[in-house]
């Protein structure tokens, strides 16, 4: 899911109809994970642990609202026939997309195991954070995330070659799944005490 959703994050490299088919792919695999998954989301109801729901409920709104405007604006896939909407919608798609992609990050770290990082000494894991951050800062300004997010003026980068996209959006993810990697932490500690 993660590579579909990197893919997803440069639709002049991958065409059209790939875009397209795969977000909507996507959107399945989203709802099947969460329905494969529905033991762990009852014990995070049974816990009342409130932040992993929000997390996925926020989620749940973007990938919605990506896959409603994305269907606005199709050009190959025609589920809603409404003419005319790409230039209102844009932003809204972009800025929706980008929101999920930090969550999903922020999602996919909480699942991260922890054991081979615990055996790192803190300075490592701290000199780690600091890379990735630095990266991640890197990737957020470069990709012009900060228009995306407020929705102004932005436009989809059809210029740079496909697999440095891609690793923008993984550096840009990094620091986010950090972020869940921490929480997951400070939520453990705080059940074992």
Not at 8 to 24: K, N, S, V
Not at 43 to 60: C, G, K, Y
Not at 136 to 154: H, I
Request: charged share 15%; net charge positive.
């Amino acid at each position: 899911m993660a590579l579909v959703y990197l893919l997803q994050m440069a639709p002049y490299q991958t065409g059209g109809w790939y875009h397209e088919l795969a977000g909507i792919a996507f959107v399945f695999l989203l709802v099947g994970h969460h329905v494969l998954n529905a033991r762990w989301l009852r014990a995070e109801l049974r816990r009342r642990d409130w932040l992993p729901l929000v997390l996925d409920a926020a989620l749940l709104v973007c990938v919605s609202g990506v896959a409603v405007s994305g269907m606005l604006m199709a050009q190959h896939v025609r589920l809603l026939r409404l003419g005319g909407m790409a230039h209102t919608v844009r932003p809204l798609h972009a800025c929706l997309t980008y929101a999920g992609l930090m969550l999903v990050s922020v999602h996919a770290g909480l699942h991260v195991p922890r054991r081979g990082l615990d055996k790192l000494v803190p300075v490592a894991r701290a000199g780690m954070s600091v890379v990735l951050a630095t990266l991640g800062a890197y990737a957020f300004v470069s990709l012009n995330v900060q228009a995306k997010l407020t929705m102004g003026m932005s436009f989809p980068d059809g210029m740079t070659p496909l697999p440095m996209l891609v690793v923008k959006h993984g550096l840009l993810a990094g620091p986010f799944v950090l972020l869940g990697m921490a929480i997951a932490q400070t939520r453990r500690r705080g059940m074992r005490e």
